[in-house]
């Protein structure tokens, strides 16, 4: 059976559109970790970061800055970059690449002009910033 040229490996652009249009839950387990990196408590680490609209007691929802993007999404030059990567919460890390997202696609469209068809074609200029296959690293 053929692969689905949607589902091979495809290197983050570190667009940052999946944390831009998601929220990031965070298990309660992983605030200590996540604490500790920052150097406050984690009573402060909830009082500054979590969204207050979620009620869930074993996990909380991570802020968005205005007008959009995870409170953690920082940029360095094109680049949209987790500033907590090292301890960020196991719903980021378990969240892979792929041009099968819309989220991934939408970021080849806003970073390259490029738009990736059906069978994984892909078609448009690129603005010349990255070439597609090249290493890039996680956000
Ligand atoms: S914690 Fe980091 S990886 Fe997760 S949504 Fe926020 S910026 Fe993105
Ligand atoms: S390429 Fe995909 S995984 Fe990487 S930042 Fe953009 S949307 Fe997220």
Same mark, same amino acid.
């Given at each position: 059976?053929?692969?689905? $040229? !949607?589902?091979? $490996?495809?290197?983050?652009?570190?667009?940052?559109?999946?944390?831009?249009?998601?929220?990031?839950?965070?298990?309660?387990?992983?605030?200590?970790?996540?604490?500790?990196?920052?150097?406050?408590?984690?009573? =402060?680490?909830?009082?500054?970061?979590?969204? &207050?609209?979620?009620?869930?007691?074993? *996990?909380?929802?991570?802020? =968005?800055?205005?007008?959009?993007?995870?409170?953690?999404? #920082?940029? &360095?030059?094109? !680049?949209?970059?987790?500033?907590?990567? *090292?301890?960020? $919460? #196991?719903?980021?890390?378990?969240?892979? #690449? %792929?041009?099968?997202?819309?989220?991934?696609?939408?970021?080849?469209?806003? &970073?390259?002009?490029? #738009?990736?068809?059906?069978?994984?074609?892909? %078609?448009?200029?690129?603005?010349?910033?990255?070439?597609?296959?090249?290493?890039?690293?996680? =956000?």
């Amino acid at each position: 059976m053929s692969e689905n $040229p !949607l589902q091979v $490996p495809f290197e983050c652009t570190c667009c940052g559109v999946c944390c831009t249009l998601h929220q990031a839950l965070v298990e309660l387990h992983e605030v200590g970790k996540i604490s500790e990196f920052l150097g406050i408590t984690q009573d =402060h680490f909830i009082e500054i970061y979590a969204d &207050k609209r979620w009620k869930v007691s074993e *996990k909380i929802l991570l802020k =968005h800055n205005a007008p959009g993007g995870c409170v953690f999404l #920082s940029k &360095k030059d094109d !680049l949209s970059l987790c500033s907590i990567h *090292k301890v960020k $919460p #196991s719903v980021c890390r378990s969240w892979e #690449s %792929s041009l099968a997202r819309k989220e991934c696609r939408q970021g080849l469209s806003n &970073k390259l002009g490029v #738009s990736v068809g059906q069978l994984g074609h892909l %078609s448009g200029a690129t603005k010349g910033t990255q070439p597609l296959n090249s290493p890039m690293n996680n =956000h």
